[in-house]
């Protein structure tokens, strides 16, 4: 089930596991907040751009059961990880991971059928900033195998009218995620921030963006990830389900 430096992680959330390579590519708090805030209806059909170790899908499937998930990851070896970890939580009837560049998805997931898309995209534009040694690193953190106008072209493609697109970025990108959302026809309609502790400007932005929606947008509550003692805040508990929200 697992291979050499790999380890199984309890992620303390209904029994579920998911295989992890410290080598390669954990997933971090980014997609656990993602998790949280998607909002997706019982027993509808999700996709997942860029799944990693298909995280995204294993957590959201723990909140709210869907109906069927395709799960897209380019990269084989973490491809395959993401695919025993569907196997070790049971979930293959619910989750089917795809190896396949995003932008070639049109040939194989039919248009206008999801009602979810959710991505937690490369954050950095291709060369900027320090590349990560490792490809899988490079890949998961820079725009190499795609960018954001690749992702949003890809949800409008998938999404049926109405249908929702859920990111998370860098704060600094939120007019990037905004003009290229309205771009594709994706309106903007759910927005909020992510401060590492109090008195600190916020240094991540989750977004749900329509498919055709109106002109209007929500922000929700700033989200503080460490109180003023460095814990994590009573928001925080509750997403990853820990003390007094235990799923246990």
């Known amino acids: 089930m697992i291979n050499p ?25 980014d997609a656990v907040l993602l998790a949280d805030f998607a909002f997706v209806r019982k027993e509808e059909k999700i996709a997942d751009l860029g799944t990693g170790t ?13 109906k069927h998930c395709d799960a897209v990851e380019i990269q084989p070896q973490m491809a395959e990880m993401a695919q025993r970890s569907v196997e070790l939580n049971s979930l293959q009837e619910q989750i089917k ?19 979810t898309v959710v991505c937690n995209p490369p954050y950095k534009k291709a060369g900027s900033g320090i590349k990560n040694i490792s490809e899988e690193h490079s890949i998961a953190r820079h725009e190499i195998a795609c960018n954001f106008d690749d992702i949003c072209a890809c949800a409008a493609r998938l999404l049926k009218n109405g249908g929702r697109l859920s990111i998370i970025n860098h704060s600094d ?50 989200l503080c990830v460490f109180d003023e003692q460095g814990e994590y805040t009573k928001e925080m508990n509750k997403i990853y389900h820990r003390g007094e929200y235990s799923d246990e």
């Not at 303390?12 to 390669?24: A, H, T, V």
């Not at 991971?97 to 194989?108: A, E």
């Not at 003009?179 to 991540?204: A, H, S, W």
């Open 5 to 29: 430096n790999e380890r199984i992680d309890d992620l303390q959330f209904k029994g579920l596991k998911i295989i992890q390579d410290p080598k390669r590519f954990c997933f971090g708090t």
């Open 54 to 66: 298909g995280i995204l899908p294993i957590l959201i499937y723990g909140r709210t059961p869907f």
């Open 97 to 115: 991971v795809h190896c396949m560049d995003l932008k070639n998805l049109d040939k194989l997931l039919q248009a206008g059928a999801y009602g």
């Open 173 to 222: 990108r939120i007019m990037d995620i905004f003009f290229t959302m309205r771009k594709y026809d994706i309106e903007p309609k759910r927005c909020k921030l992510v401060q590492p502790r109090p008195g600190t400007p916020p240094n991540l932005i989750l977004v749900e963006g329509v498919k055709q929606g109106r002109p209007y947008m929500k922000w929700e509550s700033t």
